[in-house]
């Protein structure tokens, strides 16, 4: 080949190379780290906002930038895209995908317990488990469904699933008689459409067995090998935000709110306050004061059961492959 | 001095109570010349309540018995104290005047 | 602590505080009244303004929901064609000017059999009806609330509000009816679908705004979760629920008040508004075919600011009026007190002797001006009085003047030295005559008729003062005179003599008592007479005592009678005769007692060895004085002692 093939082809070589590199997700302290969270901005994403707008991230060194999420939003198609390096994901659908072959990896494990709720009104009937046996049950989506159908086969129910989008307006109105909410999120909003919680059946999801955490942050497996460092500053950023957080709820919320107006979103204080004050209740259960980002193998293992029990999956990827320890909060 | 009088029969009675002295003689005379005045000219006099007589004393009844006799009555004193009888004695009135025991003796006197 | 104050300050306290009392009374029985009346007027006018509001509301409401019931009732009779139906959604949209938008939306496979959704939608875009539709998948209409709850629920609903596709801040609300096809192998229906109008609930908001709630009154809306469609706070509408109001201010009252609103009760309530920290009154009334609510919120105090503004001016008149009414108060009860002080002014000045002092002068026909003329009254009686007795006073100095000399000239017809004889030896003679008043009626007399004989008397005229001191004059100048005159006839014949001058013209009918003796010093014969007088004692020279208590008749002056008589007794030397009045023995202790003769013997018996006549004398008049004491002289005091020394005749 004449040179000019030679030369031809370094400019591939070389891009080949640098996009490698780039793939790699190999960069300075310096290159902005996106992260995409899977809602829109609420008080569930505090830690991150605050860490953001306090600078935090800045002084761990990193230039983060945060993608708001959403109902048009999807959180593994930015992290599988590369569009961002990190994604706020639950346990039992990132148990999931991971199942299905995605290289994603939970780097921590934020929420400590389950949020889930079955809620029913008490003036319906319902005051405990079989109660529920031919009601209808508004369920919303797959990822939230999950649990709620294992809990029903658990408790051998037969009831009327009724799939339903977000909102609690159907279950309200007595279009369902049990609908599920995060006890973070939809519980309070039922109780600030008039309902006192004396007024509610409550089944905790964690009460019955199935106590599947959910928030957590994660990425792809090669984006830690290149940047574990970037990957260990990021989690310890985002729980000092977390930190800062709980310390300043006031301030918090008015990050959140400011957030929430500048995506146009209706904010709402006091939701927002709730919000903030079980997201607390979550990450730092019983009253610990220390954070853990450890994911327990136990309830690697029960997501995993889960979702080999109801046909979603037929084997989940092993707990090594699916946790990396990272940070100084991850210890067991 | 207190003088009460009343009629009986043809006389007027008077009832000479206290003293008959200089303070008191003036009165005596005064009420007894208006009775004499108006027609009464028998008087019979009870002495039994008189305490005490002086000369002014004296001298009025003395006035009185002219008065009365210049008008043809009779004047009689009855029922006299002792001690003032004793002065009657002692400037011999009791010759001048008609002394008699008791009103049944004054009411025969002047029959 | 008041009955020392002034009659104005009494008059001035008792009204004001009387007056203040009832004003009390008066003002908070009023402003209590008048508050009630205010609120009471208040809470209708919020129930009534709630009630037309809800009535003009519900006139929007009902209406625009029979749009859709309609169709309902059309659709529910079977299939329609395609084009059949896209004419009934768009003609619902362009004929009705409150639909901004209209869908009719089926059951999966409810119109085309392999059509999952078909749900055909006509919308209001400016002036022009737009055809479209919310097949999108993405959208997924079939889970949609407008959907699925009439769906479940198998009735008509109004959906929550919410803002419009366009990103505007148009509020929209939705209502849905769900529509049924009968079943062709039996009676039954099934449900195929919704049919739905979207309205704009903008003129909503405007009837709210153009709500006149007094002045800081507000109204707002709730959807049936609680939350603000119409809110003073921009900020809360279609964000914040009352409920999350009531989680941020804790406040669990507003939490019921929320509960009862989207339960649909009516009510009236008194509540701190979280907002403006006031006390507020609150209407509430659902709006009955939507499920929204509304609330009429009047903030108390506006409410009372009128009656604030009232209660401060009616305080301010208060305060001045009771300052004036105390200004009127103190003039008035000055004026009244003003003649009473200058009265009793005047009347002290009276008091201290000036009679003639002014009176004020009052011409007011009140108790005021009758007191005055009462005082003038007084003050001329007074006066006159004052006069009179100047006058009677300066007569009776006059008449005392005058009696003082008549004293004298009485006394210095009775023989008053002693002793009378100084160069004879053969007798002694001491006297006193001391008057009960200024002239009295006793007397006592002696003289010489010869060189041999000596005349002494004694006596008592009837009486005292000025006529007795005349009568005794007059039978002193008798005794003397006849004694001349008949120079040796008996004291009886003199005494006869002396009684028939003195009967004579003796129109007052006074008397006198009368003792003369006439004594022969050489021989000791002494004769007497005695016309109705005290018999005088003797001391003979054995010191007996004796009274010579022969009387020979009526006193002097009483009538002529018989002729007197004579007593005769012989007396040796050393013999005393004491001659006295009964000024002695009825002298008078403050008892009433009378020293009586025992006493006067009793004296008389310790002088008995004694021959000075003077020391006899002043003894007795001692005892008397003993006797008396403190008590006023009631007579004459009159005593004359002749102590016969005989035998020594005079040396020359």
């Known amino acids: 080949m004449p040179l000019k093939t030679k030369q031809n082809l370094l400019i591939p070589i070389v891009w080949f190379c640098c996009s490698f590199l780039l793939n790699a997700q ?118 939230f469904s999950d649990i709620p159908l294992a809990f029903i086969k658990n408790n051998s129910l037969d009831v009327n699933i009724i799939p339903i989008a977000t909102g609690i307006h159907i279950f309200l109105h007595g279009g369902t008689d049990v609908t599920n909410v995060m006890w973070y999120n939809e519980y309070h909003t039922i109780l600030n459409c008039g309902y006192n919680p004396d007024e509610l059946t409550t089944f905790y999801m964690s009460d019955y067995g199935f106590n599947v955490p959910e928030d957590g942050i994660y990425c792809l497996r090669s984006t830690y090998d290149a940047n574990p460092e970037v ?32 995506a146009h979103i209706p904010a709402n204080l006091a939701h927002q306050q709730w919000m903030l004050a079980r997201m607390q209740d979550i990450i730092l259960p019983n009253g610990q004061t220390e954070f853990t980002t450890y994911l327990t193998p136990d309830a690697y293992e029960m997501s995993g059961k889960i979702l080999i029990e109801n046909g979603s999956v037929k084997t989940v990827t092993s707990f090594e492959n699916f946790y990396v320890p990272v940070g100084k909060y991850a210890e067991k | 001095m207190e003088l009460k009088s009343y009629q009986e029969n043809k006389a007027t009675v008077i009832e000479i109570i206290g003293s008959l002295d200089t303070m008191t003689a003036p009165e005596f005379e005064k009420q007894v010349t208006e009775m004499i005045d108006s027609g009464s000219n028998i008087i019979i006099s009870d002495c039994n309540h008189l305490d005490y007589i002086s000369s002014s004393g004296l001298r009025v009844l003395l006035m009185t018995l002219k008065n009365i006799t210049n008008k043809g009555g009779k004047f009689v004193l009855f029922g006299m104290q002792e001690s003032v009888f004793e002065v009657f004695k002692i400037c011999r009135f009791d010759n001048l005047f008609t002394i008699v025991a008791d009103k049944a003796a004054a009411m025969q006197s002047i029959e | 602590m008041l009955r020392n104050r002034t009659l104005r300050f009494k008059l001035s306290a008792y009204i004001l505080t009387g007056t203040i009392l009832v004003m009390t009374v008066l003002f908070f029985y009023y402003y209590s009244v008048s508050r009630k009346l205010i609120l009471e007027s208040a809470r209708k006018n919020a129930q009534h303004l709630t009630m037309e509001t809800v009535n003009s509301i519900e006139n929007v409401f009902r209406p625009s929901a029979k749009i859709p019931e309609n169709l309902a009732f059309v659709l529910d009779n079977g299939i329609f064609d395609e084009d059949k139906l896209h004419c009934l959604v768009e003609t619902i949209v362009k004929k009705n000017s409150e639909v901004f938008g209209s869908t009719v939306a089926f059951e999966p496979g409810a119109f085309f059999p392999d059509q999952q959704r078909y749900a055909p939608y006509y919308f209001k875009n400016g002036e022009q009806v737009v055809e479209s539709d919310l097949n999108d998948p993405a959208y997924n209409y079939h889970l949609q609330d407008w959907y699925q709850i009439p769906k479940e629920l198998d009735k008509p609903i109004w959906s929550e509000p919410y803002f419009d596709e366009g990103g505007g801040d148009v509020i929209m609300a939705t209502y849905s009816v769900p529509f049924y096809w009968p079943v062709l192998e039996n009676r039954e229906t099934e449900f195929r679908g919704i049919i739905t109008i979207d309205i704009s609930l903008v003129w909503l908001t405007q009837v709210f705004n153009n709500l006149s ?5 507000y109204g707002f809306l709730l959807s049936q979760s609680g939350k603000y469609l119409v809110h003073p706070n921009p900020d809360d509408i279609m964000n914040t629920s009352i409920f999350d109001i009531a989680e941020l201010h804790r406040d669990q009252k507003i939490r019921d008040l929320g509960r009862k609103m989207v339960r649909g009760e009516t009510g009236f309530m008194t509540i701190v508004d979280p907002f403006s920290g006031k006390e507020v009154f609150l209407h509430f009334a659902p709006f009955p ?69 002014a009176l004020p002068k009052i011409d007011t026909n009140d ?13 001329i009686a007074l006066a006159e009085y004052i006069e009179n007795l100047k006058r009677t006073t300066a007569d009776k100095e006059k008449i005392e003047g005058e009696l003082r000399i008549a004293h004298d000239i009485q006394m210095s017809i009775i023989p008053r030295t002693f002793p009378p004889f100084p160069d004879r030896s053969d007798v002694d003679i001491y006297g006193i005559l001391e008057s009960a008043k200024a002239v009295g009626g006793d007397l006592y007399d002696f003289f010489l008729l010869d060189e041999d004989r000596l005349g002494a008397a004694i006596g008592d005229v009837s009486g005292k003062g000025v006529p007795a001191s005349l009568f005794m004059a007059v039978t002193r100048t008798l005794l003397r005179a006849k004694s001349m005159n008949m120079k040796n006839a008996s004291p009886g014949k003199i005494v006869t003599s002396m009684d028939i001058d003195l009967c004579t013209e003796n129109d007052a009918s006074m008397f006198v008592t009368f003792f003369y003796f006439i004594l022969n010093l050489k021989t000791g014969e002494l004769e007497y007479c005695n016309a109705g007088h005290n018999p005088p004692f ?9 009274a010579l208590d022969t009387v020979h008749g009526f006193p002097l002056g009483v009538m002529e009678a018989e002729p007197y008589q004579t007593g005769k007794i012989m007396i040796k030397p050393g013999t005393r005769i004491v001659l006295y009045t009964d000024g002695v023995t009825e002298a008078e202790n403050e008892a009433r007692e009378l020293f009586k003769e025992k006493r006067l013997l009793d004296t008389l018996k310790l002088m008995k060895d004694v021959q000075d006549p003077k020391e006899i004398t002043l003894a007795v008049k001692s005892a008397v004085k003993g006797f008396t004491l403190e008590a006023e002289q009631s007579d004459d005091l009159t005593m004359l002692v002749i102590t016969y020394l005989g035998g020594n005749f005079n040396q020359e």
């Open chain 1, 231 to 262: 990957c260990k500053r990021f989690v310890e950023a985002t729980m000092e935000g977390w930190r800062y957080a709980f310390d300043h709820p006031v301030e918090a919320l008015d990050i959140i709110i400011g957030e929430m107006k500048e």
């Open chain 3, 289 to 357: 075919s939507s499920g929204y609510s509304m609330g009429i919120v009047i903030p108390v105090d506006e409410l009372l600011a009128d009656l604030s503004h009232l209660n401060r001016n009616i305080g301010i008149i208060g305060v001045l009026g009771i300052l004036a009414l105390f200004g009127v108060i103190s003039l008035i009860s000055g004026r009244i007190t003003e003649p009473i002080r200058r009265l009793s002014g005047a009347t002290t000045l009276i008091g201290q002797g000036d009679f003639n002092a």
């Open chain 3, 367 to 379: 108790e005021i001006g009758q007191l005055m003329h009462s005082f003038e009254k007084m003050q």
């Open chain 1, 26 to 143: 190999s960069f300075t302290v310096n290159k902005p780290i996106k992260l995409v969270l899977h809602w829109v901005p609420q008080a569930q994403f505090a830690g991150y906002y605050v860490a953001l707008e306090k600078g935090i991230y800045q002084k761990f060194g990193l230039d983060l930038r945060i993608i708001t999420g959403g109902p048009n939003v999807s959180v593994n198609d930015c992290v599988t895209s590369g569009r961002a390096e990190f994604g706020t994901y639950f346990l039992l659908n990132a148990t999931k995908l991971a199942a299905q072959g995605i290289p994603l990896i939970n780097i921590a494990q934020l929420s400590r317990r389950s949020a889930l709720i079955l809620v029913a009104k008490k003036s319906s009937g319902i005051l405990k488990p079989d109660d529920l046996n031919d009601r209808k049950i508004g369920l919303y989506q797959e990822e």
């Open chain 3, 538 to 546: 003797v001391l003979d020279e054995n010191s007996k005592i004796t």
């Open chain 3, 213 to 217: 709630i007094y002045e800081t009154g």
